[in-house]
């Protein structure tokens, strides 16, 4: 699967390159694993971006610099060191409820309407 996001690791399609987009990441995960059955709405409210390794002292306690931030370790050419992906949520787990809801309203809607098309014999494009 292939997903897109803007600067901000932001999720704006999968699987289907949007006009503008910064990031695409592949993954060898299906929607469902990442993103359970939520609509493309509510995956449009989550964030997918890398993790870093943190920066280590002897007893393995993770290093903070002078502001009290976790330090990442580089590797030679000064890049963070990068071991994963992670992804999140924007917005609480209940406006996600609301937005999946709706969707599934409105997607009951359109079937109906094409039902009630098909049977007057015009066309309608959901």
């Not at 289907?16 to 990442?34: G, L, S």
């Amino acid at each position: 699967m292939k997903i897109y996001t803007n600067k901000n690791y932001e999720v704006l399609s999968l699987d289907v390159q949007p006009n503008h987009y910064a990031y695409e990441i592949e993954t060898d995960k299906t929607r469902e694993e990442i993103f359970g059955d939520w609509c493309i709405e509510c995956i449009r409210k989550y964030r997918y971006e890398p993790t870093y390794e943190f920066l280590l002292d002897r007893n393995g306690n993770t290093v903070l610099n002078e502001a009290g931030d976790p330090v990442y370790k580089k590797d030679s050419e000064g890049k963070r060191i990068q071991n994963g992906w992670t992804w999140y949520s924007l917005v609480s787990h209940q406006y996600l409820q609301q937005i999946q809801e709706k969707n599934q309203i409105q997607s009951q809607i359109d079937d109906l309407i094409c039902i009630m098309a098909d049977l007057i014999g015009g066309v309608y494009y959901a």
